[in-house]
């Protein structure tokens, strides 16, 4: 399996502030890449996800994710975050190589002060 | 749809006792997932399931058992239940094997 890196473990930001997340994977081959959020007491949904096409990707609540092939990279970004924006982020790739079996990042934790 | 549902949501078990944690999806998924979620370790795949009667392990499968009799229900056994089980299970589906992923709710499970 291939691993993902994920660089802050704990992210705290005031509301309006920007935010970027870190998001890094060893697989040099064709892959797919997910973020997924974690609120409060609740199950992972998918906030945004790339197969192919443009690098820079849309997903809900103002979330945008910037896929760096180069960089085996896959930000996630937000100009200004909400109080409600308070979860734990993931990244997970999965891959042809790996029979699409998706990968995890350990994961940031994302506190906004209000 | 209901989605994932997963029951119980939480269980506190004696080392040694055995339990099933149950997943279902009315999605009509073909492919389901089992996951344990730690803390600071991300979550890692213990089981996944292709399609009814096909199961293989994940990164993680010691100490866990699977079945898939249907397209709707995938549960997890754990059979001699010891501390290091303690976690959050999450069960997953998704209708291709690279498409996305839904997450049922969780349960959590602590082994004393």
């Known amino acids: 399996a291939q691993s993902v890196s994920q660089h802050n473990h704990h992210v705290i930001l005031s509301e309006a502030a920007s935010l970027e997340l870190g998001c890094n994977y060893s697989?040099?081959?064709?892959?797919?890449l997910f973020w997924y959020v974690q609120y409060p007491g609740q199950h992972l949904q998918l906030l945004l996800k790339y197969f192919s096409g443009d690098p820079l990707v849309k997903g809900i609540k103002g979330f945008e994710a910037e896929f760096i092939k180069s960089k085996f990279s896959f930000n996630l970004r937000k100009p200004s975050v909400q109080w409600s924006d308070t979860a734990e982020y993931f990244c997970a790739v999965n891959a042809l190589k790996d029979d699409y079996k998706l990968s995890f990042g350990a994961g940031t934790t994302v506190t906004v002060r209000a | 749809n209901a989605g994932v549902t997963q029951t119980p949501k939480f269980r506190i078990l004696k080392i040694g006792q055995s339990m099933t944690l149950q997943c279902t999806q009315d999605?009509?998924?073909?492919?389901m997932y089992w996951y344990r979620q730690d803390p600071g370790m991300g979550l890692k795949l213990i089981y996944y399931s292709v399609g009814a009667g096909i199961t293989d392990k994940g990164e993680v499968p010691n100490g866990y058992n699977v079945s898939r009799s249907t397209t709707e229900d995938f549960p997890l056994r754990l059979e001699l239940a010891a501390p290091s089980q303690t976690s959050v299970y999450f069960c997953a589906s998704s209708r291709r094997e690279n498409n996305e992923q839904f997450f049922g709710p969780g349960t959590r499970l602590t082994v004393l």
């Open positions: 999605m009509n998924h073909n492919y």
């Open positions: 697989y040099g081959g064709t892959v797919n």
